[in-house]
T-cell receptor, first 113, second 111 residues
Framework: GAVVSQHPSRVICKSGTSVKIECRSL??????MFWYRQFPKKSLMLMAT?????????EQGVEKDKFLINHASLTLSTLTVTSAHPEDSSFYIC?????????FGPGTRLTVL | DAKTTQPPSMDCAEGRAANLPCNHS???????VYWYRQIHSQGPQYIIH???NNETNEMASLIITEDRKSSTLILPHATLRDTAVYYC????????????FGAGTTVTVRA
């Protein structure tokens, strides 16, 4: 199956700063990638669908100006959490669909102080 | 996509088979049953999927009832490394690749 990496795996930042999370498809060209968020002891919630070369599609209730998504190439999608606040602390996971199986990155743990 | 219902938790003994049930009584004819698992602090991992026939791979077996309203994921010989949250998801194959994760079943394998 497809191999997905994320960087960084863990980040701690101060409130008000912006944080960029990278999601890379190592062996598959993905025109579409997905970004999920997971709070402690909760399930994954889809935030947005990242489309290569076009605008991302955000789920209801997700602020597109706060969670900036860029999918500039077939192997890289980035999620930037702008002006992060403590309530943005969460586990962020990206994924992609390959031949009807979805593969996920290892996740990025964001802690906003 | 149809909704699924899973028990919140279950324990099983190491080396024994683990049978994880899932109800999806409103499943449509074009919807597949997918299983994923998530080990603590990792991204989800694909396990298996099927439409109506039983499926088996190196990780697990998927048994789907004839009316397709429920299914069972079988881990044939559970190990401690199989401790995870297991998600049963029903999904139609289309241009919309979204997955909707429910609460899943927390499986604890005990020595």
């Amino acid at each position: 199956g497809a191999v997905v990496s994320q960087h960084p795996s863990r980040v701690i930042c101060k409130s008000g700063t912006s944080v960029k999370i990278e999601c890379r498809s190592l062996d598959f060209q993905a025109t579409t990638m997905f970004w999920y968020r997971q709070f402690p002891k909760k399930s994954l919630m889809l935030m947005a669908t990242s489309n290569e070369g076009s605008k991302a599609t955000y789920e209801q209730g997700v602020e597109k100006d706060k969670f900036l998504i860029n999918h500039a190439s077939l192997t890289l999608s980035t999620l930037t959490v702008t002006s992060a606040h403590p309530e943005d602390s969460s586990f962020y996971i990206c994924g992609l669909d390959s031949f009807n199986e979805q593969f996920f990155g290892p996740g990025t743990r964001l802690t906003v102080l | 996509d149809a909704k699924t219902t899973q028990p919140p938790s279950m324990d099983c003994a190491e080396g024994r088979a683990a049978n994880l049930p899932c109800n999806h009584s409103t499943i449509s004819g074009n919807e597949y049953v997918y299983w994923y698992r998530q080990i603590h602090s990792q991204g989800p991992q694909y396990i298996i999927h099927g439409l109506k026939n039983n499926e088996t791979n190196e990780m697990a077996s998927l048994i789907i009832t004839e009316d397709r309203k429920s299914s069972t994921l079988i881990l044939p010989h559970a190990t401690l490394r199989d401790t995870a949250v297991y998600y049963c998801i029903v999904r139609a194959l289309s241009n919309d690749y979204k997955l909707s994760f429910g609460a899943g079943t927390t499986v604890t394998v005990r020595a």
